[in-house]
């Protein structure tokens, strides 16, 4: 059982890191567009159609990272439902009912 807790520990380290990368990233992107409308504020809409296509890539990415995790404690969930409903039958099976 204490693997399977690091198991769910791990899921959340993972996840959470890459989804702080990716907020970072996202912050660093429209940091830099801001700024770059802000010293030619004629080139504001070419910054934002260039800023959209990298945002979208960095939004994926923490989907990507959530669906991920979603799918690994939904994996560990049913290791866990299996080996709670065996340890009753083996205990009957051992005491000879």
Known sequence: MTYLG???IGIGVGVGICLIGAALGIGKLASSALEGAARQ?????????????????IE??????????????????????SAAGAAPAAAEQAAGH
């Open 6 to 8: 690091l198991g769910y």
């Open 60 to 81: 994926g990415l923490g989907l990507l990272a959530l669906v991920i995790a979603f799918m690994a404690v939904n994996t560990l969930n049913k290791g866990v439902s």
């Open 41 to 57: 504020p004629e080139a504001a809409g070419s910054l934002q159609t260039m800023m959209i296509i990298p945002a979208a890539m």
